[in-house]
């Protein structure tokens, strides 16, 4: 009854007329009643009107230009007065970084985020918040995916009649580029982060997926992952934010809810931490605060710009009350990350196999034989809701960890332009070392390298497993050295940790060092081998019990002959040898 009178409450005040509240700075959503959305030139009007509108608190900035050159656009938007970076570092003001569209069809952020600023500026809602803290709002990521618009972008989301495409002019999907950086738009978003150092990023998007009441999911990170201090701020975050929403009127959830088997309702939901691809598995990797937010893409596009905008308001009142105390934890994070030399750190997550059913509030369902498909199809009954007890598995944990190098990370000087460069982009620390002759190292033989069948993001992937193993080699002049003992030595292990999910081996920055190269003609590798067998008697009995006891071996021509090249001094050591190497002291 409290929550149905919440909502009532909450409507009633939505469904002012847009004219009564400045209508030079409304959106063509709002003066539609949400049922379209503006194109592009409106975010770069918006951004200009809001500048002169509130020239003492809101500025308008170009962050980077699209691969089509069109003119990447924030807002920052602070009544402190401090409207640049290096103001808000100076007086220690927390930082709020909120995007829409990186998922240009996933619209409702930039609509969202314009109605949440002018009420804010008027006073109609969250009086004061931006007294305290500094706003930069991107209301469009990906400003030319924006531009290729179209009605049926989004076959499974209701409105806005036209919206933009999931991916950039360049085909790149931005919420899995965090790490590798590819595309352009992220090389400016990461200059943008780097330069305000925001100390919580929201990332606005719509979901896909099934029919159900559920409104809107929220998840944070560090949450499972990361500075232990820092999980529990991240998790009051999201408690607070899911609490807030659910005050007016919302059914949040706080993981994604996407079914464990695609199109089964039955198979329930599992939590996780996402992949540094991912915004909000980025962010922890610096000591920072991300947050995915879904709204549910078949609630109508009034609702969702509604929900979303009340998330907004959500996060700005929790960091304006909170924000000085996290940004003294993180500050305390950034001192410990330096200091994780030697420790096991996590690398991927998952959730484990123990589960507990939890009531979802779904709607009634079927799932019958499909002529079209000639498998079973569900149809939703979204006049009949119905609450679904399915299994949710939320206990996450780390499925792959590695121990911090105790000195850092070694890049040699045929790889330190392309490495560095993406170390650069990222904010993270190196400098060049001296040649050294014979340095005690560890490197990374690959026992299995895996290459991807089919293309992911323009790229050929790349599953090594092995171990680092001490070794002494040459290091030559030109090469990088990453020290683990800084503020981001969790990001430079997710770059540079070959078995990181998204580290550049495992995007294929490092294919070359995994193809075979060099060979030896079976009929060379016959007189190689009969001369060995020949001077060595005891390679003889190994040979001789290899082919009695592996029957495989004893069949496999080629197995047999590079018993042997293995051997020969003209082997390639550097086949399967990760270039970069890791080292357990601080060079000299
Ligand atoms: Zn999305």
Known sequence: MLRLFTFLFASAVWSLPAHAAGPALATLAERSGFTQTGRYDEVIALCEAFAQAYPRSVRCIDFG???????????????????????A?????????????????EIDGKDAGFLALREILEGTAAKGVLDRLVWVFVPVFSVDGHERFGAWNRPNQRGPEQMGWRTTAQGYNLNRDYLKADAPEMQAMLALIEEWDPLVEVDLHVT?????????????????????????????????VIGDLAAQGSLPLPFYPSFVVDDDPASGFEDGVAPPRFSHGYFWLRNRLGMLVETHSWKPYSTRVRITRNTVLSVLGQVDRHGSQWLQVTRDADRRAARIG????????????????IDFRGYSYTRTPSAVSGALMTHYDETTPQVWTVPLRDEVRAVVSVSAPRGGYVVPAAHAAAVGELLRRHGVAFNRLAAQAGADVETFRATEADFASVSTEGRQRLALKGQWKAERRDIGAGALFVPIAQPK?????????????????????????????????????????????????????????RLREDPAFAADKAARLDFFYRLHSAWDERYNLYPVMRIDHLPR
């Open 65 to 87: 230009t699209s691969p089509e050159g069109r003119a990447m656009k924030a807002l920052v938007a602070s009544t402190s007065g401090a409207l640049d970076a290096a103001t």
């Open 89 to 105: 570092r100076q007086r220690g003001l927390p930082v709020v970084l909120i995007q829409g569209g990186i998922h240009a069809g």
């Open 208 to 240: 896909d997926g099934a029919k159900f009441e559920h409104d809107v999911s929220i998840q944070v990170e560090p949450l499972h992952a990361g500075d232990p201090a820092l999980r529990t701020v991240g998790r009051a975050w999201r408690d607070a």
């Open 342 to 357: 030697g420790v096991e750190q996590a690398l991927a997550f998952k959730a484990g196999e123990r589960k507990r059913m």
């Open 489 to 545: 030595s969790r990001l430079a292990m997710a770059i540079l940790e070959p078995q990181a999910p998204d580290s550049l081996a495992s995007w294929g920055g490092f294919n070359n060092a995994f193809e075979r190269k060099e060979y030896m003609e079976d009929y060379v590798a016959e007189e190689v081998a009969r001369d060995m067998l020949a001077r060595d008697p005891s390679l003889k009995s190994r040979f001789e019990r």
